[in-house]
C-alpha cells in the first residue's frame, strides 16, 4: 500500500506550481510508494486557513514554500519566512523545502536560521531533473541544499546576522511610509525601543549617518523588502 504524503505548495507562479506538482506525479508514477495528495495556495491568507484546517485534520507531511509569497491582510505574515515560523511552531515535524528567488547571502542566511529547511533551492538553479532528486531526497529524510546554498554555507557565512519578526514587520511599515506616531499602534514597542531598532538595523546593514531612507535602499537591495 502507497505511504500518503500531505503536501502544501505555497507559491504564487501558476507555471512553477505546475512543474512542482509534474515532479511529484513522476516520482509516484515511477516509485510506486507514495500517494502525494497534493493543495497548493498562492497567498498568506489562503495558506493559513489551510494551517488552520489542517490542525484538526491531517497534518502536512511536506511543504514547499515560497519566500516572496504576497502578505496576509492584516500584515501580520509579511512573506514566506513568517509562514515557515509559523508552521513550525503548528507542525513540529513538518518538512520545509524553501524554494525562492533570493541569492543574497544575508537573506539565505536570515532564513536558513529562522526556517532551517529540509530543503533549499534557489530558483535559477533548478530544472524538472533536479526536483525529483531534491523531493526524493527529502522524502527520505536527506536534506537537499542547492550549489549556492551550499556555497554560502561553506564560506562560514552563516553567523548571528538574522532579523526577527518585528525587524521585518518594522523595515516593511517604513517602506510603506509609515511615520512614528502610527508605528506605536502597529508595531507593540515604545518610541525609545523603536528607535533602537532601527539603530541596530543600521549597524547591522552598514548604514552610517543616514537616514530612514538609506535603511530601506539597503534592507531592499538584501532582500528583506
Excluded: W
Aim: aromatic share 8%; hydrophobic share 45%.
Amino acid at each position: 500500500m502507497n505511504k500518503p504524503i500531505n503536501i502544501l505548495i505555497i507559491e504564487d507562479e501558476p507555471l512553477t506550481i505546475t512543474m512542482f506538482i509534474a515532479a511529484f506525479n513522476y516520482i509516484s508514477e515511477n516509485n510506486g510508494q507514495f500517494d502525494f495528495r497534493i493543495k497548493s495556495v498562492n497567498n498568506s491568507d489562503s495558506a493559513l486557513i489551510e494551517i488552520n484546517k489542517a490542525i484538526n485534520k491531517t497534518p502536512f507531511d511536506l511543504v514547499l514554500l515560497d519566500i516572496n509569497i504576497p502578505a496576509s491582510k492584516d500584515k501580520k505574515i509579511l512573506c514566506g519566512e513568517d509562514l515557515g515560523i509559523e508552521l513550525i511552531n503548528t507542525f513540529p515535524k513538518v518538512k520545509i523545502m524553501v524554494i525562492t528567488s533570493h541569492n543574497n547571502n544575508y537573506r539565505l542566511n536570515s532564513i536558513l536560521k529562522a526556517i532551517n529547511p529540509d530543503g533549499f533551492l534557489i530558483k535559477s538553479e533548478i530544472d524538472f531533473s533536479i526536483l525529483i532528486e531534491a523531493f526524493k531526497s527529502v522524502l527520505i529524510e536527506i536534506p537537499y541544499y542547492s550549489k549556492a546554498v551550499i556555497k554560502l554555507m561553506r564560506r562560514h557565512v552563516i553567523n548571528d546576522f538574522t532579523l526577527d519578526k518585528i525587524d521585518r514587520q518594522l523595515l516593511y511599515q517604513l517602506s510603506k511610509g509609515a511615520k512614528m506616531k502610527h508605528l506605536f499602534d502597529i508595531i507593540p514597542l515604545s518610541k525609545s525601543a523603536i528607535e533602537l531598532r532601527k539603530r541596530n538595523l543600521k549597524e547591522l546593514f552598514n548604514v552610517e549617518n543616514g537616514d530612514d531612507m538609506h535603511l530601506l535602499i539597503k534592507a531592499e537591495q538584501l532582500g528583506f523588502i
